[in-house]
């Protein structure tokens, strides 16, 4: 059998807005509304997300639609020039750290730091043994 609309789902969807607004305000004004922390806001948003997913109801991006919310994700970011300034003089600054490291490693007869994301003597991924590391292990083994 067929359902019917009736009552509030007969209405369009603007009167439907308008009532359901009406409902949040009131509930803002006597102070029962809940008010989310970004925290609980995160942890819903997630649920919300396996819950659709489980369902099989959750939006696949093609490809496309991936490298368009990428690339309008970027210029909103480069659109910021004070972040991009910020972002530009820590990667200076991390330049120069390292090279004033590698000065001082080749002084004391070891090898450069080379690479992105290199951190001295430690692993770039607390699990995985960086080149680094080996690099430094091979060195003290022919030393």
Sequence with gaps: MASSKRGFASMDLDKQRLISSKG???????????????????IAGS??????????????????????????????VSADREHMAQIGRKGGEARAQNSLR????????????????SRGDRPSHPTMPSTTTITQENAQALA
């Design 102 to 117: 590698n000065q001082a490693r080749s002084q004391e007869g070891l090898a450069p730091v080379t690479g992105m994301g």
């Design 24 to 42: 949040g305000k009131a509930s803002h004004q006597k102070g029962n509304a809940h008010e989310f922390t970004s925290e609980e806001a995160k």
């Design 47 to 76: 649920k919300g997300g396996r819950a659709a997913h489980e369902k099989g109801t959750a939006h696949e991006f093609t490809a496309e639609e991936a490298r368009e919310a990428g690339r309008r994700g970027g210029e909103l």
